[in-house]
């Protein structure tokens, strides 16, 4: 089964310095989705970049970027220029597809990062 | 961007109550929404996918004589929990997918409700 592990319960990051948050995860697909997700103090959750698995090149959206690495089954996040707004929990989720077609998403445990003023 | 609203956002019910939570797909149409349970502080655990005009598909673990879901519509689905007891106190949160996005299929997700059982 498919696991999803973010090591940092927590991170703290000064305004406008740049932030890495770590995910791994355990799979045997070979094509599959990865996605940040944030969770700021309203809960609602906001998609903040996705990755497709056999694209090489890591994904971009403006301040935020991945490091995806395929074989060591590993997908960062870099958050640059961080923003106060940027504090929130942050999940790291695998999407796969099941038998019957379906989409199915893992989380998981997230990092709730703190942006220091 | 597509949008998705949960009604209530918070409703506190008497132990042995049954209390209904709506998730609408505002401005497309979802044939696969999904249903998670967010406990504080925690990670969202999937509770079922629901698809519509048919049986939902309830995780392990999870009953679904307790956590009934109904999706009759493209933009509806429901999630009615049963004889509430204070242990279903949680943090309930609907998702869909559109279905013209078919290159991305991301989910979009509600704004949740929070159901307290006293």
């Known amino acids: 089964a498919q696991t999803v592990t973010q090591s940092q319960p927590e991170m703290s990051v000064q305004e406008a310095e740049t932030v890495t948050l770590s995910c791994t995860y355990d799979t045997s697909e070979s094509d599959y989705y990865l996605f940040w997700y944030k969770q700021p103090p309203s809960r609602q959750m906001i998609l903040v970049i996705r990755?497709?698995?056999?694209?090489?090149q890591n994904a971009t959206e403006n301040r935020f970027s991945v490091n995806f690495q395929k074989a060591a089954k590993s997908f960062s996040l870099k958050i640059s220029d961080s923003q106060l707004g940027d504090a929130a929990m942050y999940f790291c989720?695998?999407?796969?597809?099941?038998?019957?077609?379906?989409?199915?998403?893992?989380f998981g445990t997230g990092t709730r990062l703190k942006v220091l003023a | 961007g597509a949008v998705v609203s949960q009604h209530p956002s918070w409703v506190i019910c008497k132990s042995g109550t049954s209390v209904k939570i709506e998730c609408r797909s505002l401005?497309?149409?979802?044939?696969?929404m999904f249903w998670y349970r967010q406990f504080p502080k925690q990670s969202l655990m999937l509770m079922a996918t629901?698809?519509?005009?048919?049986?939902?598909?309830?995780e392990q673990g999870v009953e679904k004589d307790k956590f009934l879901i109904n999706h009759a519509s493209l933009t509806l689905s429901t999630l009615t929990v049963t004889s509430a007891h204070p242990e279903d106190s949680s943090f309930y949160i609907c998702s869909a997918r559109d279905t013209r996005l078919a290159g991305y299929n991301e989910q979009f997700f509600g704004p949740g409700t929070r159901l307290t059982v006293l």
């Open positions: 990755q497709e698995a056999y694209k090489q």
């Open positions: 629901s698809n519509e005009g048919s049986k939902a598909t309830y």
């Open positions: 401005d497309f149409q979802a044939t696969t």
């Open positions: 989720a695998y999407r796969r597809v099941t038998l019957t077609g379906t989409y199915k998403y893992i």
